[in-house]
């Protein structure tokens, strides 16, 4: 349950001493520090502050702070003494002031490098959707049409995974369309960032994008209240499990699956202790045990069934460590856990500053995603985004249940009932972005 930061007590600016724990109630990017609320630690964080026009902006947190505020300097021989020493620090003062554009021209360079990173993410998906859905849609009707368009967008995604020096997953902006190409564009990017990590080779990212991407295609065949109804009685179980077969058909006739990627669609329901299906095998292909993990991880989250309640990310990587851990590969499970790192992408958290934020992108560190800011006074698509990773004084302090925010908070936030995934690569020239 996310409670709200505790009441905070308006002061002016003259009583700020170090140990307070302040709120500037501006917009982010109306200041140099990265978080609005913060502990000030340097006679500089002070300086900074008195320089914004805070009246009637400016708090302090009394249960978080190591000091109390100081005396109102509100006389009239108070404010001459100030205005006195201002004259005297005005050397200072531009100095502090030239600091404090650096500042925030440095937090404003970070801020694009990261949203171009998202936009480049966002943009590349929406390609690869359109290819996806055009290509499984019509799977049934024209195998061999569709089995070119899924070819060609899975050697250019297994080109660029392969020869990427780093690839960075994102969690994407609010998708409305509705289609099979949310779930198969989910698999074939985690399958194409655990595959790299096993060391697969590019033909073999190729095989593993392609069966990820038309691994469901013979859930055509499958009459919709089958597919949305759980529990299944066993002849709906027996005809569910049909799937497998129908997309075999619908791949082996386009011509244009490779031995290797029909093998990654044929077992993707099987598991290494040889209780999965249709086989019952425990000798799957890397590329199929690959997906057949990351298949249940994005069900888990986004379930198919409407019977089903989703999990929360964690919860879902969780569920398949502890209860369902027999089921894969040991070391391939290992991969998948520390790509989505402690707090995977979708995932909602308070920060240690008592501010809200969604993860977006695992980051270089488990415990350290990154995240956005919940800043209400800002469009979502301008809310800060942070790399927890290179600010030492925020951390996570808990995760929260969506079903737990007021009404107005999750509209902003919006974490996605349907979960959405897709990568991007580097910047050669700042491979932070």
Same mark, same amino acid.
Not at 124 to 129: H, I, L, S
Not at 338 to 346: A, C, E, I, R, S
């Given at each position: 349950?996310?409670?709200?930061?505790?009441?905070?007590?308006?002061?002016?600016?003259s009583q700020l001493v170090l140990g307070l724990y302040v709120w500037l109630d501006l917009r982010w990017d109306e200041h140099a520090f990265l978080t609005n609320r913060f502990l000030l630690k340097t006679q500089n964080d002070i300086a900074v502050v008195q320089?914004?026009?805070?009246?009637?902006?400016?708090?302090?947190?009394?249960?978080?702070?190591?000091?109390?505020?100081?005396?109102?300097?509100?006389?009239?021989?108070?404010?001459?003494?100030?205005?006195?020493?201002?004259?005297?620090?005005?050397?200072q003062k531009a100095a502090m002031l030239q600091e404090m554009v650096r500042a925030e021209k440095a937090k404003k360079d970070k801020f694009r490098l990261q949203k171009d990173a998202a936009v480049r993410a966002d943009r590349?998906?929406?390609?690869?959707?359109s290819a996806a859905r055009e290509g499984l849609l019509n799977m049934a009707r024209s195998p061999k049409t569709a089995g070119e368009q899924l070819a060609l967008l899975s050697r250019e995604t297994a080109s660029t995974i392969a020869q990427g020096q780093e690839i960075l997953l994102h969690l994407l902006g609010d998708k409305k369309d509705q289609g099979?190409?949310?779930?198969?564009?989910?698999?074939?990017?985690?399958?194409?960032?655990?595959?790299?990590?096993?060391?697969?080779?590019?033909a073999e990212l190729a095989d593993l994008a392609l069966g990820a991407l038309a691994h469901d295609a013979g859930k055509?065949?499958?009459?919709?209240?089958?597919?949305?109804?759980?529990p299944r009685k066993k002849h709906e179980e027996d005809f569910y499990r049909q799937h497998v077969q129908y997309g075999l058909q619908f791949a082996a006739q386009s011509g244009a699956f490779s031995r290797g990627a029909l093998a990654v669609i044929a077992d993707h329901h099987e598991a290494v202790d040889g209780s999965g299906w249709p086989r019952g095998t425990k000798t799957a292909s890397v590329g199929a045990r690959i997906l057949a993990l990351v298949d249940r991880y994005d069900r888990l989250c986004t379930p198919e069934a409407t019977g089903r309640e989703p999990l929360l990310p964690s919860e879902a990587l969780?569920?398949?460590?502890?209860?369902?851990?027999?089921?894969?590969d040991p070391a391939l499970l290992h991969t998948l856990i520390?790509? $989505?790192?402690?707090? /995977?992408?979708?995932t909602?958290?308070?920060?240690?500053?008592?501010? #809200? *934020?969604?993860?977006?992108?695992?980051?270089?560190?488990?415990?350290?995603?990154?995240? $956005?800011?919940?800043? /209400?006074?800002?469009?979502?698509?301008?809310?800060?985004?942070?790399? #927890? *990773?290179?600010?030492?004084?925020?951390k996570i302090v808990e995760t929260i249940r969506p079903s737990t925010l007021p009404a107005d908070v999750l509209q902003w936030l919006n974490p996605q009932q349907r979960l959405s995934y897709f990568f991007s690569v580097a910047n050669a020239e700042n491979n932070s972005a």
């Open positions: 349950m996310w409670n709200k930061p505790g009441t905070p007590v308006p002061i002016d600016a320089s914004y026009n805070t009246r009637g902006r400016l708090y302090y947190h009394p249960e978080k702070s190591t000091a109390r505020p100081a005396v109102r300097l509100n006389t009239p021989l108070a404010d001459a003494a100030v205005e006195a020493a201002e004259v005297v620090q005005s050397a590349a998906w929406d390609k690869a959707a099979p190409q949310f779930h198969a564009l989910n698999t074939m990017t985690l399958c194409m960032l655990v595959g790299k990590k096993a060391g697969l080779s590019e055509a065949q499958i009459p919709p209240q089958i597919l949305k109804t759980w969780s569920t398949m460590f502890r209860k369902q851990g027999n089921e894969f520390k790509l $989505l790192g402690v707090y /995977p992408p979708g909602v958290v308070q920060l240690s500053d008592e501010s #809200l *934020a969604l993860v977006v992108s695992p980051g270089s560190h488990s415990l350290r995603p990154r995240v $956005l800011i919940y800043s /209400p006074e800002l469009p979502k698509d301008e809310a800060p985004m942070l790399e #927890l *990773a290179g600010e030492p004084d925020l």
